[in-house]
């Protein structure tokens, strides 16, 4: 149904909105299952308080043989650490595929140096965090950015849901950014605050999703494809290192555009 607008003169015009939303309630892994459940195809990922409860939910669907958008079977890993986690993904990354992971407090500062290596082969993985204070004279599972501004320095984009709507929004996002700028990017919700606490929500339409970040194959290298092989994860000394990174400056500085244009 068309929606109104008010005019400056106070008349109601029609505005047709092809994607208005479809009206609902969900907590903050709601929204993030919802986005991801229809547009990646694996999650790859170790439970943690307070972000086990989208793992949960993206198992779930898993088990009962979903499928996304696409009609490619969804797959759910899960190793035995978050590092281990967050090299499952970017293997995943690396040969062509959508990828997530759901991580936490520890979790994600265990995953550190694995983040890098994500960021430097510009792989556009988008993890979503609960955010959780860090273990410090006593452990804390409730919110905080410790755990968020620990990874500030990896190269990866971030950015932070208010509520569930934003953590709906942001996901997809998340994932059209990362891979027009072949950047990683973090999806950002406070722990329990808004992982846990059920809101009105608008979902976004499965049709809105598909058209909004495309296949897969389109918009994602797969450096492991054999026939047109490429080197990955050499050894390089300090002139050739120093000219990777500089490099990179080119993708990063395309960020804040992108972002802009999503």
Known sequence: MAQAIQTSGYEEQPVNVPFPGIPNVGDGGDAAIWVEKAISQAACAYPITSSSILGEKYSSFVANGAKNLWDDTLIFLEPESEHSSASAAEGFAAAGGRVTNFTSGQGLVLMK??????????????????????TSQSLNVHAGHDDVM????????MLFARNTQE?????????????DSKTPFMCIQDGFLTTHTVQN???????????????AEDKIVNLMDTARP?????????DSYMK??????????AVPDILGET
């Open 230 to 238: 490429v080197m990955s994860g050499v050894v390089q000394n300090q």
């Open 244 to 253: 990777g990174k500089v490099a990179q400056r080119y993708f990063y500085d």
């Open 150 to 157: 620990a990874v500030a320095d990896v190269g990866w984009g």
């Open 167 to 179: 953590v709906m929004d942001l996901s997809l996002i998340s994932r059209r950014a990362a891979e």
């Open 201 to 215: 929500v608008m979902a976004i339409e499965p049709e809105m999703m598909k058209l909004y970040v495309g296949k």
């Open 113 to 134: 140096e694995v983040l890098y290596t994500i960021s430097g082969k510009r792989l556009p993985a988008v993890f979503h965090i609960g955010a959780r204070a860090l």
